[in-house]
Every structure is written in structure tokens, then in C-alpha cells.
């Protein structure tokens, strides 16, 4: 069990559903984070949030849409994802996304399949 | 050149022995070294971190930097079957948005009974 809880832990969708992955810690972190992991593959960064307001997007396609309503609270709305999307989603957080040297906690992941 | 270069083994070492874990970084830049264990379909796990050239230890982990040498490592003393993941590298980095964090391959260890 992590501090950060992601849900759902597994999700199918068609390339034409919208659904939306959920990720919430309670440690007071103020830097969180998305990353995509695929099979056999380090994780690779998508997006950081640092006192709720988006600081980095790695060029992610916008049928990826990420939300950050407070700072225990972090989303990741999809639309229209292709096969290729099909991955294990991981949500991490930091003490302080400036701070030097903060170790990232992962959550458990979310293991989404597009049909 | 990968920011993050490590073995993808496997490496294979008995109970009771040493694992050694290597990894370089082409950033002179970098600025926190991380190693996350992985188990198969799980999320990395923080395992060491470190910061300054030396070693630092944890238990049966230990964790060397060399930034001149642009190398990390780490050690497992008395290695365990429950040892067997893969081991991530990652290193951090400041970047005009914030702090950003690149994770090797991964080397994937067996401890063999």
C-alpha cells in the first residue's frame, strides 16, 4: 500500500469514451505528477503540477487533459485515446516540486486498456 | 546518448551475495540521484537517494555517487530472493519549468536460492 491512491486501479474504454483517472494524496505535497508506463519501459513524464498549477507538459498529446483542483487532488482526463495509449498510468507526488532533491512516491498505478 | 544508461541484465547472483547495480548520466547538470525497485506490474518503489559525492547507506542498501565520473550505484549486501525486481535509476534535474526526473532502463536482478 502507497500514500498516494490512484483509481481506478484498472479501466477499458473504446477510443470514443471520455473517462477520467484520479489520483489523491494526503502526505502535503505540493509538487504532483503523471507519468505513462508502458510494458518493459521506464516510466516517462507527462505532466507536473507544483502548487496546483500545471509547470511542465512533455509535448502530450491534448486527448490527455490533466486537472489539478486543490493540493491533494490530481486528474487525468482522457478522450478519444488510440490503442497505442494503452499503458500503466502512475500518479507521483513531492514534498515541493522547487525544493532540490525531493524524492518522488509513486501511487499503485492505474492499468488502462483501449479497445 | 541516453540521458540514463543502465544494464538491462538480468543479473543473476546467489542468496546471501552482493548485488552491484550501475548507472551513468550524460547531465553534468543533475542534481539528485534516485534508485526505485520495481516489482513485475507494480509502481517503483524509492529506494535510495542521494545527493553529494560518497556513499550513503540504508540497511542492507547502499548508494554511491561520483559526479565527476557521472556514475551512481548501488549495493545490496546479503541479497534476498525478495530482491528480484528491477531497479530504476533516476535522475533529477532543474529545468525551466521545474524539476524534472529521467529514469533509466532498469536492470532487472534474480536472486537465485
Known amino acids: 500500500d502507497t500514500e498516494v491512491t490512484q483509481t481506478p486501479k484498472h479501466l477499458v474504454m473504446g477510443m470514443t469514451n471520455k473517462k477520467s483517472l484520479k489520483c489523491e494524496q494526503h502526505?502535503?505535497?505540493?509538487?504532483m505528477y503523471w507519468y505513462k508506463q508502458k510494458a518493459k519501459k521506464p516510466p516517462e513524464l507527462m505532466f507536473v503540477?507544483?502548487?496546483?498549477?500545471?509547470?511542465i507538459n512533455e509535448s502530450v498529446p491534448s486527448r490527455f487533459s490533466p486537472e489539478c483542483p486543490n493540493s491533494s487532488l490530481l486528474n487525468l482526463h482522457l478522450h478519444a485515446l488510440q490503442p497505442e495509449d494503452s499503458a500503466l498510468y502512475l500518479c507521483?507526488?513531492?514534498?515541493?516540486?522547487?525544493?532540490?532533491?525531493?524524492?518522488?512516491?509513486f501511487g499503485d498505478g492505474t492499468r488502462l486498456s483501449i479497445l | 546518448q541516453k540521458e540514463v544508461e543502465q544494464n538491462s541484465g538480468p543479473l543473476s547472483v546467489p542468496e546471501g551475495a552482493i548485488a552491484s547495480l550501475n548507472c551513468t548520466y550524460s547531465?553534468?547538470?543533475?542534481?539528485?540521484f534516485f534508485w526505485y525497485r520495481q516489482y513485475s506490474g507494480k509502481s517503483p518503489e524509492l529506494i535510495m537517494s542521494?545527493?553529494?559525492?560518497g556513499d550513503k547507506e540504508d540497511g542492507r542498501f547502499t548508494a554511491q555517487l561520483n559526479k565527476a565520473s557521472q556514475y551512481v550505484s548501488l549495493l545490496i549486501r546479503d541479497s534476498q530472493p525478495s530482491d528480484s525486481a528491477t531497479y530504476l535509476c533516476a535522475v533529477m534535474k532543474l529545468t525551466g519549468g521545474g524539476n524534472k526526473l529521467t529514469f533509466g532502463t532498469g536492470t532487472q536482478l534474480k536472486v537465485e536460492l
Open positions: 507521483a507526488s513531492s514534498k515541493d516540486e522547487q525544493g532540490l532533491g525531493q524524492p518522488q512516491h
Open positions: 502526505m502535503g505535497h505540493r509538487a
Open positions: 503540477y507544483s502548487y496546483e498549477k500545471l509547470s
Open positions: 547531465d553534468r547538470g543533475s542534481q539528485s
Open positions: 542521494i545527493y553529494s559525492n
